[in-house]
């Protein structure tokens, strides 16, 4: 990066700063999105509000981490516990902005990425706790990422370990344009398809309405050919995660929560979607060496 190391640093605190104050407004996002039938929107109330009080919360109160630590996890006013959820979204969102500023530097191929990852967080929470995936959160986000396609041309890369869906994602910003169109029609209409076929099958719906769209937007970014082992991930974390509940959970098993017998799929497909992002290019490097 031009301007040696410690503008690099810099420019990095600035982008740790941007993710943290980016995931201050995500937990407005992740609360009130699912809300607008109580009359919530992203932009009214202006200011953010204790969820157990409703008392305005002040500015000094309102630092991305810090102010939770200082009011060691409670609201000021009422005293009633919120969630670590909150540091712990501002963090992840720093964290992320942090991890793909060093990969992308500043600008337009750094901020589509972030969003797309930001999108990813914010679905995968309100899925998890609603068991809805808010598929307006979606169609910007596939926009986006086919303009970045557009914008930057990625090279249609070949080669046998492609079809392994080792392709190196993100190694340039974005894929090519082809790859990502397939990835959303492919991603969409084959989950959309599988899920419709088990239907007339079995008679049961096995995914939610979102899911679907979740997985075209992760083809927007990832490809076409990472699909598949973006579900087989899923299906193992998810997998996973399920025996795991069942056995916390074997003598009471609350209707809702964490206990719950349905588990949605989209907070596993985002796992999944991470793990190629960010170790992707790990796993193929030692899938490669596996081979020889
Ligand atoms: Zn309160």
């Known amino acids: 990066m031009p301007g040696g190391p410690s503008t690099a640093f810099s420019l990095g605190f600035l982008a740790l700063l941007l993710g943290l104050s980016a995931g201050s407004f995500l937990n407005v996002v992740i609360h009130r999105l699912p809300r607008r039938d109580q009359g919530l929107s992203l932009f009214r109330p202006g200011r953010s509000f204790c969820p157990a009080c409703g008392a305005a919360i002040r500015w000094h109160d309102n630092i991305p981490v810090l102010s939770w630590l200082l009011l060691k996890g409670a609201c000021r006013d009422c005293r009633r516990p919120i969630s670590i959820r909150y540091p712990l979204v501002e963090l992840a969102s720093g964290i992320l902005a942090l991890s793909l500023f060093n990969r992308y530097g500043p600008g337009p191929e750094f901020l589509i990425q972030y969003y797309f990852v930001l999108c990813l967080l914010a679905i995968a929470l309100i899925d998890l706790e609603f068991m809805l995936l808010p598929v307006v ?71 939610g309405d979102g899911d679907p769209p979740l997985l075209g937007l992760i083809g927007v970014y990832l490809g076409w050919r990472v699909l598949p082992l973006v579900i087989l991930w899923a299906l193992l974390i998810g997998l996973m995660s ?45 899938y490669l060496s596996l081979a020889g």
Request: proline fraction near 9%; hydrophobic fraction near 60%; glycine fraction near 12%.
């Open 137 to 207: 959160l979606v169609y910007p986000a596939v926009g986006l990422g086919l303009l970045g396609a557009w914008a930057y041309p990625a090279p249609e890369l070949a080669g046998p370990w492609l079809w392994l869906g080792l392709e190196p994602a993100l190694s340039p910003p974005f894929i090519s344009l082809a790859a990502a169109a397939a990835g959303l029609a492919l991603g969409w209409g084959g989950l959309k398809a599988a899920a419709a076929a088990f239907k007339a099958l079995r008679g049961r719906e096995v995914l």
């Open 242 to 286: 399920a025996l795991t509940l069942m056995l916390l959970n074997r003598r009471d098993r609350p209707a809702e929560g964490w206990g719950r017998k349905a588990l949605p799929f989209g907070p596993f497909l985002v796992l999944a979607a991470y793990l190629q992002i960010f170790f992707g290019q790990a796993f193929m490097a030692g």
